[in-house]
């Protein structure tokens, strides 16, 4: 699978299909669910250690949960994830051309239901 494309100082929408082992696509309005996803650059070999280099955390999928930034949403079908960047957000993210990557942490009731690994590939702006 190729990286996610994440251009630096846009305004974007990442869109994400998580399907359960039979293949269904899971749908995440049903119970409440909350996420994060910390984006990491590669250090020593190692995207783990990294340096942070954005997160995202949802609200919970009930709408009237207004607590958190919600740059993570849920949705019943396909796709069922969706990642935020405003300009701002996007502008904040490094100005250089590397692969990052992160584990989106899925959970309910405390609990990590499901954790997604994803990989960006961030494109830089030129800055007149």
Same mark, same amino acid.
């Given at each position: 699978?190729?990286?996610?494309?994440?251009?630096?100082?846009?305004?974007?929408?990442?869109?994400?299909?998580?399907?359960?082992?039979?293949?269904?696509?899971?749908?995440?309005?049903?119970?409440?669910?909350?996420?994060?996803?910390?984006?990491? #650059?590669?250090?020593?070999?190692?995207?783990? %250690?990294? @340096? !942070?280099?954005?997160? +995202?955390?949802?609200? =919970? $999928?009930?709408?009237?949960?207004?607590?958190?930034?919600?740059?993570?949403?849920?949705?019943?079908?396909?796709?069922?994830?969706?990642?935020?960047?405003?300009?701002? #957000?996007?502008?904040?993210?490094?100005?250089? %051309?590397? @692969? !990052?990557?992160?584990? +989106?942490?899925?959970? =309910? $009731?405390?609990?990590?239901?499901?954790?997604?690994?994803?990989?960006?590939?961030?494109?830089?702006?030129?800055?007149?």
């Amino acid at each position: 699978m190729a990286n996610i494309q994440l251009q630096r100082g846009q305004k974007q929408t990442i869109e994400v299909t998580f399907k359960n082992t039979e293949g269904a696509v899971v749908d995440f309005t049903d119970g409440v669910f909350t996420g994060e996803l910390v984006i990491r #650059q590669k250090e020593n070999g190692e995207f783990i %250690t990294g @340096t !942070v280099v954005d997160t +995202l955390i949802s609200g =919970t $999928s009930t709408p009237a949960d207004s607590t958190k930034d919600s740059r993570i949403t849920f949705h019943a079908s396909s796709p069922n994830i969706k990642l935020l960047w405003d300009t701002t #957000q996007a502008t904040a993210l490094p100005n250089v %051309t590397q @692969t !990052v990557a992160g584990d +989106l942490r899925i959970t =309910t $009731s405390g609990q990590v239901v499901h954790h997604i690994n994803l990989q960006f590939d961030i494109t830089p702006e030129i800055i007149a």
